[in-house]
């Protein structure tokens, strides 16, 4: 049993605000109209028949002397239709039988026979002789049966329990929502870019877990760019400093040797230009990713057909890859009516910078590049593979951060930022889709790109 109510309350603990709150209440009105019922049931019915047989009584009481009084005169027909003339009135009706039950007179007002209490009442003569019937007829009045203790006293417990009711919703509302807003909301006040914080852990399912979710989610993407900011300086830093030596070491050799031969200082010239060229080329990648970063913001999709696109970038890339003694094999199943929806633009780009990679850093003169894409049927994957230097197991799941590159050296040799798989990300997760590098069977690198179908 025990087992059974961990489970259950574990459930209800997990349930949406949206479920949980109509179902609160219900079950607060359910409880309170049962709680209600039983106390009817056990304390008021009782009470109200208690009352009721009392006032029946008390009438009982009152129409009996009510008949003595009119035999108290005498039993004459004449002293006795006195005596009723004056008693009666317009709550009391006062019927006179013989002892045949034959009715004689009746005085008195008019009678409402929903709410009426009848008597009958035998009257003797002075020898004992059974002589009349007299029948009394009272109409009932509400006020009759009121119980102003009982009305007191269920006002009471009904305000008590009301009460109760609500500090106790108070206390869970203040633990459920109130409290947790509060201190998710001055934990949002100190975050900050220069500052980290402890974890922001949560363990619900319902409205407020989601909104912890998504502040931490926050949270982790406003350190990730922090850190991003500082390594954009370091890198822009690290990747000017080596150029700008060169220059310096360029300039420092034309000053202080003035009797230079004009072939040398043609070839120092031509060496500053060629850093400076650099210092530019850097600078124009960080402007072009900066730029890319924001167009993705406000990107424009569109219904693409697969196919075409597929056909189109493989026919671009293998006469491309050709030029340069190296070789693309492509295949693909997509049909005509395959599409997704994204910006054919931003997805060009991204085989740009893919094929681009694979180039410049397989690291071979003749590379072979495989191509292949297929539909499922739920997303469209395309798997690139080189038959290159590859990367190295431990740097597959970073090579898609930020400035990150696997050789430094070879990054400074090449001209590389590390920004260019960043941007196929960036591009990729924009569109819903994903992108993962593995080790490919030649050796090489081996890029998947998944993108979900466009199902209308």
């Known amino acids: 049993m025990g087992i059974r109510l961990q489970i259950y309350l574990k459930g209800l603990g997990e349930m949406k605000l949206k479920i949980k709150l109509p179902l609160l209440f219900s079950l607060i009105f359910v409880i309170l109209s049962v709680s209600f019922f039983l106390y009817l049931r056990s304390y008021a019915f009782e009470a109200i028949i208690y009352h009721a047989e009392e006032v029946k009584n008390s009438f009982d009481k009152e129409n009996q002397l009510l008949a003595s009084k009119i035999m108290a005169n005498g039993s004459g027909d004449s002293t006795v239709f006195a005596s009723m003339d004056e ?20 005085q008195g007002g008019h009678v409402d026979s929903t709410l009426l209490h009848t008597s009958w009442h035998p009257v003797s003569d002075h020898s004992g002789r059974l002589q009349y019937f007299i029948k009394v007829e009272r109409n009932l009045k509400i006020r009759d049966f009121t119980m102003p203790t009982f009305v007191i006293k269920t006002i009471t417990i009904l305000l008590i329990s009301l009460a109760i009711l609500f500090v106790l919703l108070t206390l869970y509302f203040h633990k459920l929502i109130t409290n947790p807003i509060h201190l998710l909301n001055r934990r949002l006040s100190i975050v900050a870019l220069s500052s980290s914080l402890p974890l922001l852990a949560v363990r619900r399912n319902d409205e407020i877990g989601m909104l912890y979710g ?33 220059i310096n070491g360029f300039l420092e050799l034309m000053r202080t040797h003035r009797q230079l031969q004009e072939e040398q200082k043609e070839e120092y010239i031509h060496l500053i230009e060629k850093k400076a060229g650099q210092m530019t080329d850097i600078l124009q990648q960080f402007s072009h990713y900066a730029k890319s970063e924001m167009q993705l913001q406000h990107l424009s999709m569109f219904p693409i057909p697969m196919e075409s696109l597929y056909v189109s970038l493989a026919s671009e890339y293998d006469a491309e890859l050709s030029g340069y003694d190296h070789e693309l094999i492509w295949s693909h199943s997509f049909k005509a009516g395959d599409f997704i929806v994204g910006n054919e633009t931003a997805l060009r780009r991204v085989f740009a910078n893919l094929f681009s990679n694979c180039v410049r850093y ?34 597959l799941p970073r090579i898609f951060d930020l400035f990150y590159t696997v050789d430094h050296a070879r990054q400074s040799e090449k001209g590389g930022t590390g920004l260019g798989l960043a941007s196929c990300k960036s591009i990729i997760e924009r569109h819903g889709g994903s992108i993962e590098g593995y080790r490919a069977n030649s050796g090489g690198l081996g890029i998947v790109i998944e993108l979900p179908v466009d199902k209308e």
Request: net charge negative; aromatic share 2%; charged share 25%.
């Open 362 to 395: 397989g690291n071979k003169e003749e590379l072979t590049i495989r191509m292949n894409g297929h539909m499922t049927s739920k997303k469209i994957i395309i798997a690139i593979e080189d038959d290159g230097v590859g990367v190295p197991e431990a740097d």
């Open 214 to 246: 998504h502040v931490a989610q926050m949270e982790a993407r406003i350190q990730t760019a922090r850190r991003e900011q500082t390594d954009l300086i370091g890198v822009i830093a690290h990747d000017l400093k080596t150029p700008l030596t060169s």
């Open 87 to 106: 008693l009666g009135n317009e709550n009391i009706t006062i019927s006179l039988y013989d002892r045949d039950m034959t009715h004689l007179i009746h």
